[in-house]
Each structure stands twice: as structure tokens, then as C-alpha cells.
């Protein structure tokens, strides 16, 4: 099967495959080829994947995938038959697994996707090492010195990307893990960047306020899979000032507090002596403004 045809309008090849019908769920395995085709506006990509057993490359789409040529992932999705563009998994799920063998680690760092290492460098370490040559970057990084052309610079350049790389696999491997979707995790890794983990921690409601396309109902099932308490202060306290932000949006700088307290019970499936004791702590702390039986957001 070949690579899906250039479309002067890239945008059409985008719709094309958005709109594609799914048929059966399959999970596979292999190392990223190339990427085909990535939207900066949306994070949709197309690419390849080479898997072991096949002789042909399989292609793969979906929204926000972080990937990079020559990583080996793990994809979860379904197959689609699209008439132009032929079979390709459309992915939903998925986690960047390490290389096992000494051809596919040397492509995963040859890729550029580790800074300091190109095709040169990640022949050299692979002829060193084998396929022990992750562990020594990782576990035993002195070691490096022993490859022609690697000095104090560039295993300090290798050490540093490789750090950065595992936290953005370990940050996205947490996010994925507490059922957040695929393209909430990148986005969520792009606002908040190595903090994501103890943002969403301290609290993830912060998510519908700071991440487009994230809203409350998202947040909150984000904060369920964290472990947070159906009949929490905090997960009440958040449905207070979401109600509240709610109703400015339609126009009103305040609400009634006897209309507050139904509104987020109802929203939440608690019950109103939780929310009334909620609105006096977030009143305690200045988050909201109680004033004549009207309850206020602090700019209004």
C-alpha cells in the first residue's frame, strides 16, 4: 500500500481520514518510519509504521499523536478501509515502548529525536554497545566517553535530551494510564510541560480552565480516575466556581445563593449542605464574593 496521495489542499487529506469509517479494534506494535503528514493547528498526523512480519508498511492516523520517526509505540484504535487511502489503523491509545533489538535502537537514535546523536553517533553507540546501548545512556552515561567523537559536550548534550525524553514518556504513560484520551494528554503535556503530573495532582480542574477544548464534565471524570472523591470539598468547591463562571458566560454577574447551591448539587449528584459548606470556604479564601444572599466571582 502506498503513502497516501499529496493533496494540494492539505486540509481535505485532513477531512478525508477524519471522516473515514471504523470497522474492527486491533492493538499493534512497531518502530515510526516517517510521518507523512502532521497538522500544526489540529496535532492530526498520518505515518508509517514497520512492523515485524510485515513487509509493508502500515499506516496510522489520529489527533494529537506524539510521535517522532524511528520511536517504537504500541497503537490501540481501530482499522479503517478507506476507499482513496486504503487500510490504516486510526488510533486512539497509545505508548512509546523502548527498541529491543540493536537495528531498531539504532534507528530510534538516528531519528534526531535524542539531541546530541544523529545516524553517525547512533552507529557508533550501537556498534559499542548493542543492545545494551540505551541502559549505558541511561544507567551508565561515563561510559559514552568511550565512543569516538563523544566528549564532555556532547554526552552532557546526549544525558540532558535523554532525560527530557523519558519525562515526556513517563508524563504521558501517567496521563494515558488515569484514562485521559490521547489528545487530551498532549495537550495537557503542552500547557503545563514536566509539571502536568503535580498540576493534575493538586488539582485537575484546573484543566477546563486552562486548556481549550478541555471543559468541566472532562476535568471531572479526569479527577475520578485520580482518585478524588465524588462527595469531595475540592470536587465540590470546583462545581461552585464552574457554575458560577457558567453563569457569566450567559450574562449574569452573580447568582442567588439559593439557587447556587441546587445548581451545583444537581451538576455534581450531591447534596446542597456539602455546596453551602463549600461557598463558605471559598469565601473564607476570597475566591468568591457572598454578598446580600448573591454570590459573586471576585472580577465581577
Do not use: C
Not at 5 to 34: C, D, F, H, M, W
Not at 59 to 85: C, M, N, Q, Y
Not at 170 to 188: D, K, Y
Amino acid at each position: 500500500m502506498g503513502d497516501p496521495p499529496k493533496y494540494r489542499n492539505r486540509q481535505t487529506l485532513l477531512r478525508e481520514l477524519q471522516k473515514a469509517p471504523s470497522s474492527e479494534r486491533a492493538e499493534i506494535e512497531g518502530v515510526v518510519e516517517r510521518i507523512v503528514y502532521e497538522s500544526a493547528d489540529t496535532g492530526f498526523v498520518v505515518a508509517r509504521l514497520s512492523r515485524e512480519g510485515h513487509a509493508d508498511l502500515t499506516t496510522f492516523v489520529g489527533p494529537g499523536l506524539a510521535v517522532s520517526a524511528g520511536e517504537t509505540v504500541r497503537l490501540r484504535g481501530h482499522w479503517i478501509d478507506d476507499a482513496k487511502f486504503g487500510r490504516q489503523l486510526r488510533v486512539d491509545g497509545f505508548e512509546t515502548i523502548r527498541p529491543s533489538s540493536a537495528a531498531a535502537i539504532e534507528k530510534y537514535l538516528g531519528s534526531g529525536l535524542i539531541d546530541g546523536i544523529g545516524k553517525v553517533y547512533a552507529k557508533r553507540l550501537v556498534d559499542a554497545f548493542g543492545v545494551d546501548t540505551l541502559r549505558v545512556i541511561d544507567e551508565e552515561p561515563h561510559r559514552l566517553h568511550g565512543v569516538e567523537g563523544i566528549g564532555d559536550k556532547r554526552a552532557g548534550q546526549i544525558r540532558t535530551a535523554w532525560e527530557a525524553q523519558k519525562a515526556i514518556q513517563s508524563i504521558m504513560l501517567f496521563l494515558q494510564g488515569h484514562g485521559v484520551p490521547v489528545t487530551q494528554a498532549v495537550r495537557i503535556y503542552k500547557q503545563y510541560g514536566d509539571k502536568a503530573v503535580a498540576v493534575l495532582r493538586e488539582n485537575p480542574y484546573r484543566l477546563a480552565r486552562d486548556i481549550a477544548g478541555i471543559g468541566f464534565k472532562s476535568a471531572d471524570q479526569i479527577a475520578e480516575q485520580l482518585g478524588i472523591a465524588r462527595d469531595s470539598d475540592r470536587r465540590a468547591a470546583a462545581g461552585v466556581l464552574h457554575v458560577l463562571q457558567e453563569a457569566s458566560s450567559e450574562g449574569h454577574t452573580r447568582l442567588p445563593a439559593n439557587e447556587l447551591a441546587p445548581r451545583t448539587a444537581e451538576l455534581l449528584g450531591i447534596n446542597t449542605e456539602l455546596v453551602d459548606t463549600v461557598v463558605e470556604v471559598l469565601q473564607d479564601a476570597k475566591d468568591i464574593v457572598l454578598e446580600r444572599e448573591n454570590v459573586y466571582l471576585p472580577p465581577l
